[in-house]
C-alpha cells in the first residue's frame, strides 16, 4: 500500500489553510492536515484560520465544498488546545472532536500535557483517558503532539503510552521537535523505540541545535535521516500519514506565496528521492 504523505496547512504560513487547499495538488501532493484552532486564539502564523471551534454546520460544508472543488483530502486534523491538564481544554478538546469527525478523519493531534508532581500526573492521565474514551466514539484516534510535558521525548513517550493503555491514543512523533526540545538525542533511535505506537508523523527538518527555530524545507536542515525514518516506519507496517510540516526560519524575511510553495515543493522532491511515494 502506498504511504499517504500529507502538509500541515501551519506550513503555508501568513497564507493558511485556505492557501494551502489551493496550492497544494500543484506542490505534488493532494492530503493535508487541517487545523482546528480554538476561536480567539491568535495563530502565531499569522493566518486567518479556516476551522474554528464556533464553526457551523455551514461553515463545516463550504470547507468540504473548498476542499472538494481543490481535488484535497483530508489524511487528520490538529486539534491542539493547550494542556489537557486544564478542565476548560479537555472539553474543548472533546468538542474539537465532534468537528473533526465532520470531516470523516480517523486521526487528529494535539497535545498530551505536562504536570508538576504525582498529583498533577495522576489528573492529567484522566484527562486524558476521557479524551481517549471521546475520541473511540468518534473512530478517531488521538495522537500526542511531541511537545514538552509528557511526551516530549521517546522516553517519555514509552513511559506515557505504558501507563494509558488506551487503544484511542497514539503518538504523532515529530522529528524537528525532538531536536528543539531535547538535547543528546538521535531522532532515528527514539523514533525506533516508539515506532509501535507511532499513528501519525510530522516530518520536519532542522540543524539539530535545541531551542534553535530553524525549520526550513525538508533535506535543508541536514539533522534528520528522512531514509531512515520511512525504513523504521516502513518495517513495523506504518503507511502515513507523513505530516510536512515547514515553520520557517527565525529572523527571515517574510516570504512571498511563491517561495512557501517552493519549499514545499522542495520536501516533495526530498521525499521522492527517499523513496516516499514508491
Known amino acids: 500500500m502506498r504511504a499517504i504523505v500529507s502538509c500541515l496547512t501551519n506550513s503555508y504560513g501568513r497564507f493558511g489553510a485556505r492557501g494551502a487547499i489551493e496550492n497544494i495538488r500543484a506542490a505534488g501532493l493532494e492530503y493535508l492536515e487541517l487545523p482546528i484552532r480554538t476561536a480567539g486564539a491568535k495563530s502565531i502564523f499569522g493566518d486567518e484560520p479556516l476551522v474554528t471551534t464556533e464553526a457551523s454546520t455551514a461553515d463545516l460544508t463550504a470547507v468540504k465544498s473548498l476542499l ?152 535543508y536542515g541536514g539533522a534528520v535521516d528522512f531514509l531512515q525514518v520511512l525504513h523504521i516506519m516502513r518495517g513495523c507496517g506504518f503507511t502515513g500519514p507523513y505530516s510536512l510540516e515547514l515553520e520557517g526560519i527565525r529572523g527571515e524575511p517574510e516570504l512571498s506565496l511563491a517561495e512557501t510553495q517552493q519549499r514545499i515543493i522542495d520536501s516533495v522532491e526530498t521525499l521522492k528521492s527517499c523513496g516516499y511515494f514508491d
Not at 494509558?164 to 524537528?176: A, K, M, V, Y
Not at 528543539?180 to 516530518?203: D, P, T, W
Request: charged share 20%.
Open 68 to 219: 472538494s472543488d481543490h481535488g484535497v483530502k483530508l489524511a487528520s486534523c490538529n486539534i491542539t488546545s493547550g494542556n489537557p491538564l486544564q478542565r476548560d481544554v479537555v472539553d474543548i478538546t472533546k468538542h474539537k472532536l465532534g468537528i473533526a469527525a465532520e470531516f470523516g478523519v480517523k486521526l487528529v493531534v494535539g497535545g498530551a500535557g505536562e504536570a508538576d508532581d504525582a498529583e498533577q500526573l495522576s489528573q492529567l492521565y484522566a484527562h486524558l483517558r476521557e479524551i481517549g474514551d471521546c475520541a473511540a466514539t468518534h473512530g478517531i484516534t488521538y495522537c500526542f503532539e511531541t511537545h514538552p510535558g509528557i511526551c516530549v521525548n521517546h522516553r517519555y513517550m514509552l513511559q506515557t503510552m505504558e501507563e494509558l493503555q488506551h487503544p484511542n491514543l497514539r503518538i504523532n512523533f515529530d522529528t524537528g521537535n525532538m531536536l528543539y526540545f531535547n538535547e543528546n538525542i538521535v531522532v532515528e533511535v527514539g523514533l525506533a523505540k516508539v515506532s509501535h505506537y507511532v499513528k501519525h508523523l510530522h516530518l520536519k527538518d532542522s540543524q539539530g541545535n535545541p531551542g534553535e527555530w530553524y525549520f526550513p524545507a525538508l533535506g
